[in-house]
């Protein structure tokens, strides 16, 4: 549950690095680019998870030049003599996850990102602030509701995955969804399977919960401001 | 090009340009490989030796495999048609009554797109297990659970969809249908329906690819003769790779991304009317 937990949440917090400079670009790409470049993310999350998780796995796998490469910079930069592989091991979940749920983040980003009052960013530009502080101070503040929605969006089914740890994780990579698998499947306890099922299902209101509080604080917020 | 980057020009700036192209690569990348690995000439996954295409050959001829196919169409079809009726009925129910109750129904409709998919498959599971469905019907009788849990879960999208286009309808259409003597059949008929078009095409192409993808959820209802394509082709994947899947899953691929993007074009075109 902790080891979910953590995976889930370190992949969320990828996920959002990643997807914020991508969201922005498409959001202040010239129209005619805009709804191709949107295509283009969105596209792979289409196609279906299994098929993702296993093309990832044939590209990542220990014989390919992508982890041949890998397993080269890491001898040489750490010295030591095994390399641990980018598959079949916490990294790759993560890997794989990340992949997965990509899209899920850039979608609510490029919502808020398109929709922003550009003004406030231009006011806060040549009133002497650099960009990395327009970036904190004014563009994550008015993103916020978009970025607390991506993260809930990410995290939830990453959670909950199944498939990628299967595929990609290693023997000890045992995510609720594993568990799940298998004591529903395999040790046929119908009622620890359940309640690990329930389980995400409350954590999902949880969340759910906490976010819809949150929003009717800033609402109020705002009111009372104004 | 010649007129220098605006502060605001992010698309312009190349550490934003690499990081776009970095994190296309990595999306488009693993599946372009397999694609092109589908056509190589080699019982070895990872090593080129030349265009064939003798593993579509050899998906064509695995029976197995070719069942589960049909499996899948068989479902993804039932599923789409009542998924898309039952979330038409609703959309129009919520948009047209007021009934005590209503804010939980929205509320209930909504939980099949939120809730982990792994609970909604355990919970369905449990659910035919405990009011004993036969699990020996004969083909195609057998795959009605899968084709209930899919359009269990497929049909609040397509609520969504058309809820969306019915946010855009001219009340007085129907004031005006209502005047002149249709009856709500006729008004259904000839004014509501043709209207909703492409937000029925739309949610049920979405219902479609919904139903076709799943794996999770059809992984958990499925018994030894009702096993859908995704859930094969996982039970294979765990004993060993085959190249042969390469070519089942370009497959695949190429049908749900044409007609996902089918489904995008006719939001897309929708949305513009709306604006216009």
Redesign the interface.
């Known amino acids: 549950m902790g080891y979910s937990l953590w995976i889930a949440l370190l992949t969320t917090l990828i996920c959002l690095v ?2 914020y ?2 969201a ?3 959001a ?3 129209p005619k ?1 805009r ?1 191709l ?1 949107l ?6 999350f ?7 998780t ?3 796995k ?2 990542l ?1 220990s ?2 030049p992508l982890s041949q490469l890998a397993e080269g910079i890491y001898k040489s930069v750490t010295g030591s003599e095994t390399f641990p592989g980018l598959i079949l091991n916490d990294l790759g979940v993560i890997i794989g996850l990340v ?1 997965v749920h ?1 899209p899920f983040m850039v979608l609510p980003l490029y919502t808020a990102l398109e929709k922003l009052d ?1 003004s406030y ?2 006011a806060s ?1 040549d009133l002497g602030a650099s ?1 990395w502080r327009t970036f904190f101070q004014v563009m994550v503040p008015l993103t916020l509701p978009a970025i607390i929605a991506g993260c809930i969006i990410t995290f ?2 990453a ?2 995955a ?2 990628t740890p ?2 990609l994780g290693g023997t000890d990579s045992l995510m609720i ?1 594993s568990l ?2 298998d004591q ?2 395999r040790a046929n306890n ?1 009622p620890l ?2 309640a690990l ?2 389980l ?2 409350y954590a ?1 209101f949880l969340i ?1 919960a906490l976010q819809s509080w949150l929003s009717e604080r800033r609402a109020r917020r705002t009111e009372l401001r104004a | 090009m010649s007129t220098p980057a605006g ?5 312009r700036r190349w550490s ?2 690499l ?2 192209a970095a ?2 690569l ?6 372009l ?2 694609m092109a ?1 589908s056509f190589n000439d080699s019982t070895r ?2 090593r080129w030796e030349g265009f064939s295409t003798r593993w579509y050959e050899s998906v064509w001829q695995n029976t197995a495999l070719i069942e589960a196919f049909t499996n899948s169409m068989v479902i993804a079809f039932s599923a789409t048609l009542l998924a898309t009726a039952i979330g038409t009925g609703l959309a129009i129910c919520l948009w047209r009554f007021r009934f005590p109750g209503k804010t939980l129904v929205e509320a209930v409709n909504g939980l099949p797109i ?6 909604l498959g ?2 369905m ?2 659910f035919f297990k405990q009011i004993n469905w036969p699990s020996d019907l004969a083909w195609p009788l057998n795959l009605l659970p899968i084709i209930i849990a899919h359009v269990a879960f497929a049909f609040p999208f397509v609520t969504l969809v058309v809820r969306a286009r019915l946010t855009g309808f001219d009340r007085s259409l129907e004031e005006a249908a209502f005047d002149l003597g249709a009856g709500m059949g006729l008004f259904l008929r000839d004014i509501l329906l043709p209207y909703l078009k492409p937000a029925l095409i739309a949610g049920a192409l979405l219902a479609f ?1 919904l139903s076709l ?1 799943d ?2 959820i059809t ?2 209802v499925s018994e030894v003769g009702s096993t859908t394509l ?1 859930v094969k ?2 039970s294979q ?2 004993f060993k ?1 085959q190249p042969d ?2 070519a089942a ?1 370009t497959v ?2 190429v049908l ?2 044409s007609i ?2 089918a489904a ?1 074009f006719i939001l ?1 075109t929708m949305q513009k009317k709306n604006k216009s």
């Open positions: 990643i997807a400079p991508v922005l670009v498409v202040f790409a010239a680019w709804p470049l295509l283009l993310v969105i596209l792979p289409w196609t279906n998870l299994l098929v993702r296993y093309a990832l044939s590209v796998g014989s390919s992949y990509l550009r960013l231009e530009l960009q939830i089914p959670f909950g199944l498939v299967a595929l969804g799940i698998e529903i499947k119908w399977g359940s099922s329930m995400l299902v999902t759910l | 502060p605001l020009d992010y698309t934003l340009r990081t776009v994190a296309l990595f999306l488009y990348v693993p599946l490989v397999m690995f996954i990872i939120v809730i982990p998919e792994i609970s355990v919970a599971m449990i690819t993808d794996f999770v992984y958990f995704p082709i996982y994947l765990r790779v899947i390469n899953f695949l691929i749900t991304a996902a993007i995008a897309n």
